[in-house]
């Protein structure tokens, strides 16, 4: 049973241009949404995160969009440059029995980004 | 400030063996988490380790099992391995009550 659905598979997109990327989820225990971006070889790494009291956040060109009702978030990423081109995965994340966060990610969207 | 460090980088094993992967924790953080990214899937989280005990566990069976030392590092060992196990595991650093996790680099594990 996939927690986090995450779409699309693929984008691409023109430098400069927008790039949007989707999630749902259905466990209303979720509490923490981060986006991670990760390039081949290398481990994931923390992008933005939000958690359901607010909204929307912005780090620079990165703009998580929450919609608590409808259990989605998006990422947008402004501006799109070719360095942005990497994998990138929403997650979901909940509190364990002890305390601490346990992370359920989507499948990932593949993101290239033409000059 | 170190971040997380994952040893070996690659690993190649054959079925029914027993594999031991480890991870060096971010200066500061007291929390691993294991996860197992699948070729072209993402991550799937194993379990949780804070103060030395498992803290949380996903679907995955008891041939997977782990350490944490004093020293916050970690290791990550499967038994029997099987083919599927093929993966690139990953350690996640972070500290206690649902902050951020940050991820080591992973170690590649090809079964054959």
């Known amino acids: 049973q996939q927690q986090v659905k995450q779409s699309p598979q693929s984008l691409i997109v023109q430098k400069g241009g927008i790039s949007i990327i989707n999630c749902a989820y259905e466990n209303t225990a979720f509490d923490y949404f981060p986006w991670y971006q990760q390039f081949p070889g290398k481990g994931p790494a923390l992008l933005i995160a939000?958690?359901?009291?607010?909204s929307e956040k912005k780090e620079g060109r990165f703009t998580i969009s929450f919609n608590k009702s409808a259990k989605q978030f998006s990422l947008h990423i402004m501006d799109s440059q070719p360095g942005d081109s990497a994998t990138y995965f929403c997650a979901a994340g909940s509190i364990t029995q002890g305390g601490s966060e346990k992370l359920v990610f989507g499948k990932g969207t593949k993101l290239t980004v033409n000059p | 400030e170190t971040g997380v460090t994952q040893s070996p980088t690659h690993l190649i094993k054959t079925r029914g063996q027993q594999v031991t992967l480890r991870c060096s924790s971010q200066?500061?953080?007291?929390?691993v988490s294991w996860y197992q990214q699948a070729l072209g899937q993402g991550p799937q989280f194993i379990f949780q380790?804070?103060?030395?005990?498992?803290?949380g566990r996903g679907n995955f069976p008891p041939r997977f099992s782990g350490l944490q030392f004093p020293n916050y590092s970690s290791e990550l060992n499967v038994n029997a391995l099987e083919l599927d196990d093929s993966a690139l595991y990953l350690c996640?650093?972070?500290?206690?009550?649902?902050?951020?996790?940050?991820f080591g680099p992973g170690t590649r594990l090809t079964v054959l």
């Open positions: 200066s500061g953080h007291n929390t």
């Open positions: 996640a650093s972070s500290l206690y009550w649902g902050n951020e996790q940050f």
């Open positions: 380790y804070y103060r030395e005990e498992e803290n």
């Open positions: 939000i958690r359901p009291d607010v």
